[in-house]
C-alpha cells in the first residue's frame, strides 16, 4: 500500500509518521512546518522534529549533486518552491475554518442584539405612552414637551387642566357638533358655489416670491377664516402669511431649523400652527409675528397636524410612529400612542381629526390608513387598500366619508359606517398624488398633484383640472362656500383660482 503525505497529498520520498496525530508525512515539509509552528499540522498538539518516526521504505535513486548551473539544480529549486507552495496552501486551509467560524459566531451576536433593541424600543414606546398620560400629584406638574425661551413663553399662566375635565370637554364638543350636523341635515350652506361655476375656474393670481429661492418649494397652505389671508409653509425653514386681497406679506413666521411641513390658522384668525422636519411645532401670534408655544413631543420629522374642533388642542403625527395630542395653550403632552399590537409599525405620514373630535386617521408608511379613538387611545378600525405610501387623508363634514391618498396614484373614499371603500378615483400610472381635501361643506373633493382636480361629491365627477403650475403640486385649499382655490408646489409659487 502506498504511503500519502497528508500534506501534499502525494508520496512521499522519506516517510515520517507523527505520534501526535498518526500521519504519515514528507520529511521535509513536515520539518519546515514545525520550525515555523512547532506544532503538528493536523492536531496542532505540540510537536518536534526529534518525535517524528521515520518508516522504512526502499530507498529512492537519488540523481548525483547537481551543478548550479545544470538542469537538476532548476529541478531542485521547483521542488522547492513546491513544498512552500504546500505549506502555504496548508496554512490558508486552515485560516480559512477559523474565519469562517468567528463570522458565523459574529452573525449570532448581531442577530441577538438586533432582537435586544427591538424588545428595548417596544418598552420604552411604552414607558413613553405611560408618562403622558400621568396625572400630577402633590403639586407636582406634568412633565412638558415644550422648552421655550423667555420670549416665546406664553403671557398668561394657563390653568392646568385634569385628563377628566379634558374628556368632558371633548363629549361636549363632539355632542354639540354632531347635533349641529343633524339639523343642517343634506342642505347645503347658502351661498355654496355652483358645480357649473366650479368648473370655470381658472388662474387669477400668482405669487412666485413669498419664499426663499436658494431652497424652493412651498409644501403646504392653509387659508384664515375670513377668507382674506393665506398661511404657507416652505423648503426655506419659514411660514409667510400673505393677504390674497391687498397682495402683500403679513408676517413672516422664522424659528423652525428645517423646512416646514404643514400649516393651519386657528379659528380666531390671529394664530397660526406650523409643524417641521426638525420634529417640533409652533404656535404663532401672526401680529407680533413670535412664538407664544413650542411642542417638542416627537423623536422625528413632523408629518401631520390636527387641530380639534375646540380650538385648545392639537394632534400630530411623525415619523417616529407615533401620535400625540398636545395643548396648544400650554404645549402640554396630554395623550399620546402608537400600534403595540403591531410588530411591523411603521412611520406616520399624516394625521386629521373627524369633524367630531372624537376620532382621527392616520397614515402610515405601510399602505394602511388607521383610525384611532381618542379617549381610549386605542386602534379600532384599518383600511388596507392602497399599494403604496399613504400621503394625505381627509374627513368629509358629513362625518361619513373619509378620502385617502397614496403613492400609488389612487384616492380611495371610505364609507366610516360600512368600514369599506366604495369609490376609487384611478389616476394616471405616472400621477403623482400629494394632498387630498374636502371643501367646508362636503360638497367638492381637490386633488393636488401633477396638476389639481376637482370632483364633485356623491356623484364623483370631475369637474375641474387646472395645470398652471410649472411643478407638482404640493398642497391645496378651498376657500370659503368654495368661493376660491390656492394652491403651492414645488414651483414656489401660491396660485388663486376662481371664476
Known amino acids: 500500500m502506498a504511503l500519502i503525505c497528508s500534506i501534499s497529498n502525494e508520496v512521499p520520498e522519506t516517510p515520517v509518521v507523527s505520534p501526535a496525530s498518526k500521519q504519515v508525512f514528507e520529511k521535509r515539509l513536515i520539518v519546515k512546518y514545525i520550525e515555523a509552528n512547532g506544532t503538528d499540522p493536523i492536531s496542532g498538539e505540540e510537536l518536534a522534529v526529534e518525535d517524528l518516526i521515520e518508516l522504512k521504505t526502499n530507498p529512492l535513486v537519488r540523481p548525483r549533486p547537481p551543478s548550479a548551473t545544470s538542469i537538476p539544480a532548476i529541478l531542485k529549486l521547483l521542488q522547492d518552491e513546491w513544498d512552500a507552495s504546500m505549506l502555504h496552501t496548508y496554512t490558508l486551509r486552515q485560516q480559512l475554518q477559523t474565519a469562517r467560524q468567528e463570522l458565523s459566531h459574529a ?5 441577538a442584539a438586533c432582537r435586544v433593541i427591538a424588545r428595548l424600543n417596544k418598552e ?71 358645480a357649473d361655476t366650479l368648473s370655470s375656474f381658472k388662474e387669477q393670481a400668482s405669487h412666485p416670491g413669498l ?32 393677504d390674497i386681497q391687498k397682495e402683500q406679506i403679513v408676517s413672516s413666521l422664522k424659528g423652525h431649523t428645517k423646512k416646514v411641513t404643514n400649516v393651519l390658522y386657528h379659528s380666531n384668525g390671529s394664530v397660526v400652527l406650523t409643524a417641521s422636519s426638525d420634529a417640533s411645532i409652533r404656535v404663532w401670534d401672526v401680529q407680533s409675528q413670535t412664538t407664544k408655544t413650542v411642542i417638542k413631543a416627537h423623536d422625528g420629522a413632523v408629518s401631520g397636524i390636527s387641530l380639534h374642533p375646540t380650538g385648545d388642542y392639537v394632534l400630530s403625527s411623525s415619523m417616529d410612529e407615533k401620535w400625540v395630542f398636545s395643548d396648544i395653550r400650554s404645549g402640554r403632552v396630554i395623550s399620546q400612542g402608537y400600534d403595540a399590537n403591531n410588530a411591523n409599525s411603521s412611520g406616520l ?22 383610525i384611532w379613538d381618542l379617549k381610549e387611545r386605542t386602534n379600532v378600525a384599518n383600511f388596507s387598500g392602497h399599494s403604496g405610501t399613504i400621503v394625505s387623508i381627509a374627513f368629509s363634514e358629513n362625518g361619513y366619508y373619509l378620502a385617502t391618498a397614496a403613492e400609488d396614484s389612487t384616492v380611495k373614499l371610505w364609507d366610516l359606517r360600512k368600514l369599506k371603500n366604495f369609490q ?41 383640472t387646472l395645470s398652471d403650475h410649472t411643478g407638482v403640486v404640493n398642497d391645496l385649499c378651498f376657500g370659503k362656500n368654495a368661493s376660491f382655490l390656492a394652491t403651492v408646489g414645488t414651483d414656489r409659487t401660491l396660485k388663486i383660482s376662481s371664476p
Open 424 to 464: 376609487s378615483i384611478d389616476l394616471s400610472e405616472s400621477y403623482q398624488v400629494r394632498s387630498v381635501t374636502f371643501d367646508k361643506s362636503g360638497a367638492y373633493l381637490g386633488i393636488a398633484g401633477s396638476d389639481v382636480q376637482v370632483y364633485q361629491c356623491k356623484q364623483w365627477i370631475l369637474l375641474k
Open 211 to 242: 419664499h426663499s429661492a436658494s431652497t424652493p418649494g412651498i409644501n403646504a397652505v392653509d387659508i384664515s377664516p375670513d377668507n382674506c389671508t393665506v398661511v404657507t409653509g416652505g423648503n426655506d425653514k419659514t411660514a409667510v402669511v400673505f
Open 124 to 194: 420604552l414606546h411604552a414607558a413613553r405612552e405611560a408618562l403622558a398620560v400621568l396625572k400630577p400629584h402633590g403639586g407636582v406638574p406634568m412633565p412638558s414637551a415644550v422648552e421655550p425661551s423667555p420670549s416665546e413663553q406664553m403671557e398668561e399662566e394657563v390653568p392646568m387642566e385634569s385628563l377628566e375635565d379634558i374628556v368632558v370637554k371633548l363629549q361636549e364638543t363632539a355632542s354639540q357638533l354632531t347635533a349641529e350636523r343633524k339639523k343642517k341635515g343634506k342642505k347645503l350652506p347658502e351661498g355654496l358655489t355652483p
Open 107 to 111: 452573525l449570532y451576536q448581531h442577530d
Open 349 to 370: 405620514t399624516c394625521s386629521q381629526f373627524h369633524p367630531d373630535g372624537l376620532i382621527f386617521g392616520t397614515g402610515t408608511v405601510s399602505s394602511v390608513v388607521k
